[in-house]
């Protein structure tokens, strides 16, 4: 880790028990639906408070859950990216990508033939953009600003994002293969 | 507008993010439209499944007195060395042992305590009262060289503390808290995300081991003697592994 000693004035305790504190809870369930493991999850947001520390300062907006959430999940990011490290390293594409794996035709059948895959199941199949975006939505409740100033992309991207995000998991839950959405 | 259009929008329709205007065609062309009603069923179904079925995961007890323990430190001024120590490698490391003396810190003890009915009911307050957002520890560290001297000054008597984390049993941090009137040391562990709080005080010539588990309120609270200190320990963990662990906490020099 890098950058200052972690420091904050009473003044600044204050805002940020009041501001950033309160959303440990969506913090850490936005990293345990990225990084889809829990200790995993628990390292990139103590990591991510820590930042969160370190730059309070300069922070000045009002609404503190976006921007801790950002932190959040530019940790988990970087955690995914050293994990793929050494191996092939897929960039994500809005158009192109679809689910998380390559599957192999057979696989992708036998993948949409199990009907009966929860949605928890379905959402794991999907890449991580798209589960980032339907969990800030569905499960936190978030407005398409706030999503755009939690994933850094223009809202017109979040809003082709999520409508994506939906369709491929209905296809990934066998529930919409046949719809032109 | 046509089908096409109105099936690419049904997202954001849904969300209600299109503009006005958008969304009154929107919906005009769903009231004749029957396929793309089915379509938004769809839709919405999948929201409300999404909410409904998927788990909100909240952050585990370790994970939340981990980051209170980094916001305490930032805003301390005199920042102690410990606080950017760096996490988690620690759970893997074997707890050093320190031999606890006892008998030393008989200096002035409260009056001797019964496994009685108050005290339980006290002991169990005390630790839900401790679990209550930032208020699990007054001094947040793993090290006992760094909870036991925090001590100092703030009690009359000096706790024996030690991490039992080579046991599975990591210390979390310490607190002041009050029982039955009197200050006592309150030191908190934990055991796979489970929060164990261990309230110790002096009390004269015990030594008399442990007491049965009794349960209040879903926590179970272990009440024990050993060497002029009395110990209640209390959690909702379950009450072979609270007992063992009370057995460790209680044992002759703390010794995992």
Not at chain 2, 17 to 27: C, I, M, T, Y
Not at chain 2, 110 to 130: F, K, M, N, Q, W
Request: net charge negative.
């Amino acid at each position: 880790m890098t950058g200052p000693e972690p420091h904050l004035s009473p003044r600044e305790r204050e805002r940020f028990d009041e501001c950033v504190l309160p959303y440990l809870d969506a913090a850490y369930n936005l990293a345990r639906y990225l990084l889809r493991d829990g200790h995993e999850a628990e390292e990139a947001v103590q990591e991510a408070f820590l930042r969160a520390i370190r730059h309070f300062s300069g922070f000045r907006g009002a609404d503190g859950r976006a921007w801790i959430l950002s932190i959040v999940r530019n940790t988990c990011y970087t955690q995914l990216r050293r994990r793929r490290a050494g191996g092939e390293v897929v960039e994500f594409d809005e158009e192109t990508h679809s689910l998380e794996e390559e599957l192999s035709a057979p696989e992708a059948n036998l993948a949409r033939s199990m009907a009966a895959a929860s949605l928890h199941e379905g959402l794991g199949q999907l890449a991580t953009e798209f589960r980032e975006v339907l969990v800030l939505r569905e499960l936190e409740g978030l407005s398409y600003k706030e999503i755009a100033h939690v994933t850094g992309v223009p809202m017109g991207t979040v809003m082709s994002r999520l409508a994506r995000a939906r369709k491929h998991l209905r296809v990934a839950l066998g529930t919409g293969a046949s719809e032109g959405v | 507008m046509a089908s096409e259009h109105v099936l690419g929008r049904l997202s954001p329709f849904l969300d209600d993010e299109l503009d006005p205007v958008a969304s009154r065609e929107v919906s005009r062309h769903l009231e004749s439209c029957p396929e793309c009603s089915a379509a938004l069923a769809r839709q919405r179904e999948l929201g409300e499944g999404l909410r409904r079925d998927l788990e909100y995961h909240r952050a585990p007890d370790l994970l939340r007195a981990r980051v209170l323990r980094d916001v305490h430190a930032a805003g301390r001024p005199d920042r102690a060395r410990w606080a950017a120590a760096p996490q988690w490698r620690w759970l893997g490391a074997a707890a050093g042992i320190v031999a606890v003396v006892g008998g030393a810190w008989m200096l002035t003890a409260l009056p001797r305590e019964r496994a009685d009915d108050a005290t339980t009911r006290e002991a169990v307050s005390g630790h839900i009262r401790s679990l209550m957002a930032d208020h699990l520890t007054d001094v947040a560290s793993t090290d006992q060289h760094t909870v036991k001297p925090w001590f100092n000054g703030r009690i009359d008597f000096s706790p024996p503390v030690t991490d039992f984390a080579s046991a599975g049993y990591p210390l979390v941090g310490g607190r002041l808290d009050y029982l039955r009137g009197h200050e006592v040391a309150a030191l908190v562990y934990l055991h796979r995300k489970h929060v164990i709080n261990v309230f110790v005080w002096p009390v004269a010539g015990a030594d008399g081991g442990l007491a049965p588990a009794v349960t209040q309120r879903g926590y179970h609270a272990i009440h024990g003697t050993r060497t002029g200190m009395a110990y209640w320990v209390v959690s909702d963990l379950n009450v072979e592994e609270l007992a063992a662990f009370a057995r460790m906490v209680t044992a002759p020099s703390g010794k995992p």
